[in-house]
């Protein structure tokens, strides 16, 4: 069979209908769910209270989950496992995306090592645990990646697809050149590396991720890459053999390139400081003001021209505030201004001065400084109270209640059992270690905003 045939069997693959509208009670909880051929929403209710979501894009039977929230009420009782489990029975086969939330990721962490659930977490594969993941050895692993990109556009080409092109690492090796002169003992976990392709007209960020690690995955599965183990990878999570029994399991990110710099950006935090600290500033930043920012930029969701939950689905619209990194704290207020019918607001010099992220220079004290400047710029043109910032009282009741969100979400980090999976001393000790980083790093958060 030919690739293209490959591509479009697995599009095509729609033996459940594309649109669904069914309720079920679940463990004493109402689960619902609305999908149509290429998204679906699945909401947990309770005597009419909503606990929670699920986002998911669609292709056939495989649902990608793009978001996921709970009502803080209700966290830690199940609900998102009933919402996944509930799709399952449907059928569906749920395949991780390379661009979860944070409260995607956490959730998918959690669950992985649980009986009959086919989702994966970090921890999970004992293969990679005998390799300490120094500087060098994210060089070597770069280098075998190089020539996998190499073998897969080698691949492609006389299907006409690709080309395709490694990005630049994420998370916290993405500052492995500095630290193989500065720290040459650190220890990361595994690498995450963005991936950029080209994109397919129609395609959802959700469907393009999907579309180009079941492209990889083939091409390793066929056995065109013999330096990838095949009996724990997954799709989009490849495991690297390096030589003498050493292994890396490398996290693909996929982008275009019109969201290159932007995801990157999105997921390349300060050098030291835990990645969760640094996606947090964002996460909880789009949760107060109900906006994604996430993989595609700064996104929230209109209907009839006013802005709704991004939960929402049916007749809705997504708009994109911004995607450029370096200005998005600056474009998001300068947005909520405009609808306001503020023709020219007062900026303040503390958001004038950090309006976003630069990811050659990322300083967590510089988003906490940009929120803060956005808080004053608010409370400068009087914006609380009204519009999409009627939740707040105040610039201080804004940062108050961000501050209470990031904390909490760095707690049940920290509580959360996904390291209790690792099972070698090193990876005990590495798993002990990332807790008192997290806690160190949010320890000095919190002084940030003093």
Known sequence: ????????????????????????????????????????????????????????????NVMVPYDLAVDDKYRGQGIAAIMYDYVKSLGFKIERSSEQTDAGKYFWDKTRGEEGRLWEGGWDTTLTQGTVLHPRIVAVALQVVDRFVADFNAYLKPHGLGPVRRGRPTGSSAHHEADTQENPDKVYGDIDLQMIGPETAGQSYGQFTAYWNKLADDFVKQGHAPYVDTSESKAGHPIFALGNNQFVQVDFMWHPERLEQWGASRVTPERGVKGLLHGNMFSVLGELLDLSIQHAGVQLKVQDGQHVPFSKQKDTEVVTVTTSPTTFIYDTFMYLAKNLGIKNPKVSPLLKQNPGNDVNDVKISKLVQGIKGFAESCDMNDMFGQGDLAGFLSGQDFLTKFLQRYDEKAQIDIA???RDKATTPDAIARANSDREKIQQGLDMVKGYFK
């Open 1 to 60: 069979m030919k690739i293209r045939d490959i591509i479009l069997e697995w599009n095509s693959d729609s033996s459940l209908p594309a649109l669904i509208n069914k309720t079920a009670e679940v463990d004493g909880i109402q689960v619902s769910i609305n999908t149509n051929s290429k998204n679906a929403s699945v909401y947990a209710s309770s005597n009419g209270r909503r606990l929670g979501y699920a986002e998911f894009d669609r292709d056939g």
């Open 416 to 418: 959360g059992k996904k």
